[in-house]
């Protein structure tokens, strides 16, 4: 069975880093690119972040661009998030997702922008 | 980049069909068949019932259909049931290697 723990969620006040992890079982994690996605309170959902199954491909969302970094340890089996110059409006569930093997497109490499399984979510909250 | 163009709402009676819009520009939707759409009950997390434009993974229901055409990716829930009462966002690939959602689309099954 896959699963997606993910952990970390704090508050933190603005201007501070928060850390966030996803342990994940049940499937070859080095198989599938990894993302975060985010959903602030009363709000949709937005994608925050991808990295390849090798880690060697990493895109971002605008609004953290320079700010998150996303990577992961295949030895570990773990995603994380790292979050700096965090802001109020970075508050939300962080949920970490997994797409399935494989690329959309093999000749361009292109990832699968799509999540078969999620985690149960993380909450942040900055305080201003 | 802007977020995707969906109604905030619709609505209809068990049995009926119903369809939510998502529209894009050529950089996302309508360069690409990488659309996918979840379905978000409150205090769960979202599941995945179309992606790429029309594919269903295994266990999602018949009732759920996908298309696209142009720049607008559309959801049509036929049959419906009141399991279906929840939100529905779209997301689309799009040409800077990001992703993009839309705003959700509460249905209401009356």
């Known amino acids: 069975e896959v699963q997606l723990l993910d952990s970390g969620g704090d508050l933190v006040q603005s201007g501070g880093s928060l850390r966030l992890s996803c342990v994940v079982s049940g499937f070859i994690f080095d198989s599938c690119a990894m993302s975060w996605v985010r959903q602030s309170p009363g709000k949709g959902l937005e994608w925050v972040s991808i990295i390849s199954g090798g880690g060697g491909y990493t895109y971002y969302g605008d609004s953290v661009k320079g700010r998150f970094t996303i990577s992961r340890d295949n030895s570990r089996n773990t995603l994380y998030l790292q979050m700096n110059n965090l802001r109020a409006e970075d508050t939300a569930m962080y949920y970490c997702?997994?797409?399935?093997?494989?690329?959309?497109?093999?000749?361009?490499?292109?990832?699968?922008?799509?999540?078969?399984?999620w985690g149960q979510g993380t909450l942040v909250t900055v305080s201003s | 980049q802007s977020a995707l163009t969906q109604p905030a709402s619709v609505s209809g009676s068990p049995g009926q069909s119903i369809t939510i819009s998502c529209t894009g520009t050529i950089s996302d939707i309508g360069g690409y068949n990488y659309v996918s759409w979840y379905q978000h009950h409150p205090a769960k997390v979202p599941k995945l019932i179309i992606y790429e434009v029309n594919n269903r993974p295994s266990g999602v229901s018949h009732r759920f259909s996908g298309s696209k055409s142009g720049n607008t990716a559309s959801l049509t829930i036929s049959g419906l049931q009141a399991e279906d009462d929840a939100h529905y966002y779209c997301s689309s690939y799009t040409s800077r290697n990001t992703l993009l959602f839309g705003g959700g689309t509460k249905v209401t099954v009356l």
């Open positions: 997702a997994k797409s399935p093997t494989g690329y959309s497109d093999a000749r361009k490499k292109t990832l699968k922008y799509y999540f078969d399984s």
